[in-house]
């Protein structure tokens, strides 16, 4: 007569788990650089127009392309992992380097002839303007009072 045994499906987990550690270990790189990077961004509206933010840190200004093209805003850069220190002698690498693209898609609203952008302290910032038909108009109504 045979004996039954309980099936537990975790029971080689840890030993997978170990495993999988030692690939990314032994890749000399952690598994973030095998991600796609896509900057943060920030994107609100004022009044007068729209303003969108990246985090784009240790780029060089040269290395970055903002474009507008059929009512979309692209942005395209590169961030560069640094040769000055020997990849042998990294210890953690966590950041993600490499090429990057977003796309944003603006509305009719936005004046693209006026767009402005400035890049500081590792921020792309995106001044994207509303047309003045686009804005909000208060109108003064004049009301008569009738008197009888």
């Known amino acids: 007569m045979s004996s039954i045994t309980r099936w537990d ?16 270990q032994s890749s000399g790189r952690s598994e973030q650089s095998m991600t796609t990077w896509a900057p943060a961004v ?3 509206e004022t009044e007068n127009e729209l303003v969108l933010k990246a985090d784009l840190p240790d ?11 059929n009512n979309m805003l692209t942005i395209c850069g590169e961030r560069k ?9 990294y210890l953690r690498v966590e950041r993600t380097y490499g090429s990057f693209s977003r796309s944003f ?13 400035e890049y500081k302290n590792g921020v792309l910032t995106i001044e994207l303007p509303k047309r003045a038909e686009s804005k909000p108009k208060q109108v003064k109504v004049n009301v008569a009072a009738n008197n009888n």
Do not use: G, M
């Open 42 to 44: 920030d994107i609100y």
């Open 9 to 24: 499906p975790f029971h080689n987990l840890a030993a997978l788990q170990d495993q999988v550690n030692r690939l990314f």
């Open 81 to 89: 992992f640094e040769q000055k220190v020997n990849e042998d002698n």
């Open 105 to 117: 898609s603006l509305p009719s609203t936005v004046n693209s002839e006026a767009i402005k952008a």
């Open 59 to 69: 780029i060089s200004d040269k290395d970055l392309d903002v474009r507008i093209e």
